[in-house]
Nanobody
Framework: QVQLVESGGGLVQAGGSLRLSCAASGRTFSNYAVGWFRQAPGKEREIVAAISRDGSSTYYTDSVKGRFTISRANAKITAYLQVNSLKPEDTAVYYC??????????????WGQGTQVTVSS
């Protein structure tokens, strides 16, 4: 089992920034790839970014490229999502997930409860 807890969400004006954190506990965090997903009201959950076990590979969905940065600190058993130049359309609940495979689908094994990001115009 891996337990994940997100934090760092909040209300921010358009153009602002936040750093989302995903703190892990349980099994060895470095054995797992991490994905960040988001779900806006009335929309399906979508992947935002993913990072491989050792951090050497990353993925970003097109809408966040150049604005969001995913990273991880295995020694701190934490993953991060730096979100810059926020837009109102980035408003969503953001979830982190962990899984054995580096992937862009929702087939991750473990999920956090989510953190709300609200961007005002």
């Amino acid at each position: 089992q891996v337990q994940l807890v997100e934090s760092g969400g909040g209300l921010v004006q358009a153009g602002g920034s936040l750093r989302l954190s995903c703190a892990a506990s349980g099994r060895t965090f470095s054995n797992y790839a991490v994905g960040w997903f988001r779900q806006a009201p009335g929309k399906e959950r979508e992947i935002v970014a993913a990072i491989s076990r050792d951090g050497s590979s990353t993925y970003y969905t097109d809408s966040v490229k150049g604005r969001f940065t995913i990273s991880r600190a295995n020694a701190k058993i934490t993953a991060y999502l730096q979100v810059n130049s926020l837009k109102p359309e980035d408003t969503a609940v953001y979830y982190c997930a962990a899984g054995r495979r580096f992937q862009t689908t929702e087939a991750y094994d473990y999920w956090g409860q989510g953190t709300q990001v609200t961007v005002s115009s």
